[in-house]
């Protein structure tokens, strides 16, 4: 069930639920779809940091961003690829140049704007050019590129990875991987996780073919910066302790159908934030360089008292406890990389984006939500759905909240915040006064006025509480009166 959040995103919050300091998964399908028998260096990682946010990210799809890092990453990463696939003496730069473009003539056609397929060339070029500075591609001896391991244990975990490249030392073989992005700091504070991953992947290859890598490196081709991976056996014993604890916590995770939270700094990049106990708590905030987290005014998760019940979880037999062996299933790609909640790298007040709209914008949040009301009202009373039917049920909304935003903003803009007060405001009114689908026009005429009287006067009467009580120490402000139910008491007469 991976959607893009803004696209259904309440359902797909429906499908979650706080369980004390975990996020249990209360639809068994959403967690059957991302079980698996086996643990890859990515999903083990996740496994040792916030396990909620890992399980939520992957029932996200990512907006498609051709200029986003992972998918310049991911172009770059091909190119190169494809540059050791030729002959040693054909790995140049213009030959690398030559695959990028080719590569760019399969993202963009002859209808897209010609500056924009060179502003990409460009960036995918500065992603991966460190890497001539790096190493002479044409002394590189190539084993094997893109070469995936599976089928094997790695520390008593079925264990599933792709490797960049395979290359022959003078004494045997070496493994490498590519990172277009920053080259990290602090490794001892915050952790390994590039070495860890090669780490692994030595390990792996020295059970599956009986030969121990004699030495692994990073390739950090944005900033041309090599890195010599330690295999050496106390950092080897720690990462493959680390790779075992995270395969218990995975199968403990999928056994209870929940996830633990580990609030981190880390909370100020995840979708997340806003709706997590665990980071409120700690005090955790969407960070100002983080592409928007979900609105906590407009969507919820409910908690539950009590964890997910466990016939929910449907455990498989690979996940008996401690359950440490291989199944005969397919291994599928692991896809976290590829899946990671993006939402599009741009603000959402910015209502467009490289002269487009921007789909991450609170503008496009309110028109689709406008119109996923008139849908959801449409199949509510049984109504026929179409596009013209949808159609004009949007636009009846659209009217109504013009008219309760113009009591906040004196106008209809879709990228206000006024615009989804407005639109709260409509769904209450709408609960109270259903839609007279089948009226006559004067009935119906009716309704629109009675619906934008209401929906202003919520609004209306919501700013009038708000200037009685904004500023208690002003004089000129009255407070609130001293017993406002008495509206309601039972006439004398
Ligand atoms: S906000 Fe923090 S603790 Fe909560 S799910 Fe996200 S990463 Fe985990």
Same mark, same amino acid.
């Given at each position: 069930?991976?959607?893009?959040?803004?696209?259904?995103?309440?359902?797909?919050?429906?499908?979650?639920?706080?369980?004390? /300091?975990?996020?249990?998964?209360?639809?068994?399908?959403?967690?059957?779809?991302?079980?698996?028998?086996?643990?890859?260096?990515?999903?083990?990682?996740?496994?040792?940091? *916030?396990?909620?946010?890992?399980?939520?990210?992957?029932?996200?799809?990512?907006?498609?961003?051709?200029?986003?890092?992972?998918?310049?990453?991911?172009?770059?990463?091909?190119?190169?690829?494809?540059?050791?696939?030729?002959?040693?003496?054909?790995?140049?730069?213009?030959?690398?140049?030559?695959?990028?473009?080719?590569?760019?003539?399969?993202?963009?056609?002859?209808?897209?704007?010609?500056?924009?397929?060179?502003?990409?060339?460009?960036?995918?070029?500065?992603?991966?050019?460190?890497?001539?500075?790096?190493?002479?591609?044409?002394?590189?001896?190539?084993?094997?590129?893109?070469?995936?391991?599976?089928?094997?244990?790695? #520390?008593?975990?079925?264990?599933?990875?792709?490797?960049?490249?395979?290359?022959?030392?003078?004494?045997?073989?070496?493994?490498?991987?590519?990172?277009?992005?920053?080259?990290?700091?602090?490794?001892?504070?915050?952790?390994?996780?590039?070495?860890?991953?090669?780490?692994?992947?030595?390990?792996?290859?020295?059970?599956?073919?009986?030969?121990?890598?004699?030495?692994?490196?990073?390739?950090?081709?944005?900033?041309?910066?090599?890195?010599?991976?330690? &295999?050496?056996?106390?950092?080897?014993?720690?990462?493959?302790?680390?790779?075992?604890?995270?395969?218990?916590?995975?199968?403990? *995770?999928?056994?209870?159908?929940?996830?633990?939270?580990?609030?981190?700094?880390? *909370?100020?990049?995840?979708?997340?934030?806003?709706? *997590?106990?665990?980071?409120?708590?700690?005090?955790?905030?969407?960070?100002?360089?983080?592409?928007?987290?979900?609105?906590?005014?407009?969507?919820?998760?409910?908690?539950?008292?009590?964890?997910?019940?466990?016939?929910?979880?449907?455990?498989?037999?690979?996940?008996?406890?401690?359950?440490?062996?291989?199944?005969?299933?397919?291994?599928?790609?692991?896809?976290?990389?590829?899946?990671?909640?993006?939402?599009?790298?741009?603000?959402?007040?910015?209502?467009?984006?490289?002269?487009?709209?921007?789909?991450?914008?609170?503008?496009?949040?309110?028109?689709?939500?406008?119109?996923?009301?008139?849908?959801?009202?449409?199949?509510?009373?049984?109504?026929?759905?179409?596009?013209?039917?949808?159609?004009?049920?949007?636009?009846?909304? #659209?009217?109504?909240?013009?008219?309760?935003?113009?009591?906040?903003?004196?106008?209809?803009?879709?990228?206000?915040?006024?615009?989804?007060?407005?639109?709260?405001?409509?769904?209450?009114?709408?609960?109270?006064?259903?839609?007279?689908?089948?009226?006559?026009? /004067?009935?119906?005429? #009716?309704?629109?006025?009675?619906?934008?009287?209401?929906?202003?006067?919520?609004?209306?009467?919501?700013?009038?509480?708000?200037?009685?009580?904004?500023?208690?120490? /002003?004089?000129?402000?009255?407070? &609130?009166?001293?017993?406002?139910?008495?509206?309601?008491?039972?006439?004398?007469?």
């Amino acid at each position: 069930m991976s959607i893009l959040v803004g696209d259904n995103l309440d359902s797909l919050l429906q499908a979650f639920a706080w369980d004390g /300091d975990r996020l249990a998964v209360a639809d068994s399908q959403a967690l059957d779809a991302q079980r698996r028998d086996y643990l890859s260096p990515s999903t083990a990682e996740a496994m040792q940091g *916030c396990a909620a946010r890992w399980i939520f990210e992957k029932h996200v799809r990512a907006e498609p961003d051709l200029f986003g890092p992972a998918e310049l990453g991911t172009a770059a990463h091909s190119v190169l690829e494809h540059l050791w696939n030729l002959p040693a003496d054909a790995r140049t730069r213009l030959r690398a140049m030559g695959l990028l473009r080719s590569l760019a003539d399969q993202h963009f056609d002859d209808s897209n704007d010609e500056n924009l397929k060179t502003e990409w060339i460009a960036e995918v070029r500065a992603a991966y050019l460190g890497y001539f500075e790096l190493e002479n591609p044409h002394e590189v001896k190539i084993v094997a590129t893109e070469q995936t391991v599976t089928d094997v244990e790695v #520390a008593g975990v079925p264990f599933f990875g792709k490797i960049d490249r395979i290359i022959a030392t003078d004494g045997g073989i070496g493994i490498d991987d590519t990172k277009t992005g920053k080259v990290p700091k602090n490794i001892g504070r915050y952790g390994d996780k590039h070495g860890d991953q090669l780490r692994l992947y030595s390990e792996a290859l020295r059970v599956r073919d009986g030969v121990q890598p004699e030495r692994a490196g990073l390739l950090y081709t944005r900033h041309a910066v090599h890195k010599n991976v330690a &295999l050496s056996k106390p950092r080897m014993r720690e990462t493959l302790s680390d790779f075992a604890d995270s395969w218990d916590t995975f199968a403990t *995770c999928f056994r209870d159908a929940a996830f633990e939270t580990k609030a981190s700094p880390l *909370c100020g990049w995840c979708p997340l934030v806003n709706l *997590c106990p665990a980071a409120q708590e700690a005090g955790f905030r969407q960070s100002d360089r983080a592409v928007p987290a979900i609105d906590a005014r407009d969507h919820t998760i409910a908690h539950t008292d009590a964890p997910a019940p466990r016939e929910q979880a449907s455990p498989d037999a690979a996940y008996s406890e401690g359950g440490r062996h291989a199944t005969d299933q397919t291994p599928e790609k692991d896809t976290i990389m590829e899946t990671k909640t993006r939402f599009i790298g741009t603000k959402p007040w910015d209502e467009f984006a490289r002269g487009q709209i921007n789909p991450n914008s609170y503008a496009v949040a309110g028109v689709i939500g406008t119109t996923e009301l008139a849908y959801e009202t449409l199949a509510s009373a049984d109504q026929t759905i179409n596009r013209s039917s949808v159609r004009a049920l949007t636009q009846t909304f #659209a009217k109504v909240i013009e008219s309760g935003q113009e009591v906040l903003v004196g106008t209809l803009a879709w990228n206000d915040n006024s615009n989804t007060r407005a639109r709260g405001a409509l769904r209450s009114v709408l609960q109270v006064n259903p839609f007279p689908f089948g009226s006559s026009s /004067d009935e119906l005429d #009716a309704w629109f006025a009675l619906a934008v009287r209401q929906t202003r006067s919520i609004i209306q009467v919501a700013m009038e509480l708000h200037e009685q009580t904004a500023a208690a120490d /002003d004089d000129d402000v009255e407070g &609130l009166p001293e017993q406002p139910w008495a509206h309601f008491a039972a006439s004398d007469n």
